[in-house]
């Protein structure tokens, strides 16, 4: 599974270069852009797949930061005032760690 199975490539170079500047990403802006917040819960969940890369079932600071980075290979890092408000605003149970329910919702939101 590819993350442009899912969404578009051209709705991806567009989300990318909205946040290409340090400080500029917006998890809510970003998820629109990308069409991430117009698909279904099924389909976030195979996103949520992705994003969860040592497949542990969360999405740990160290994935969050890497973000963009599933998105394109070559996008840039969140710095850590960008992974931890997005890591905040994603953890409602505050365990320090994304579900895939608290994924859900925060792309919903
Ligand atoms: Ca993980």
Redesign the pocket.
Known sequence: MSITDILAAKDIEAALASVAADNSFQYKAFFQKCGLSSKSADQVKKVFEIL???C?G???ED?LSLFLQNFKADARALNDAETKAFLKAGDSDGDGKIGVDEFQALVKA
């Open positions: 969860d890369r040592d542990s969360f999405i740990e994935e």
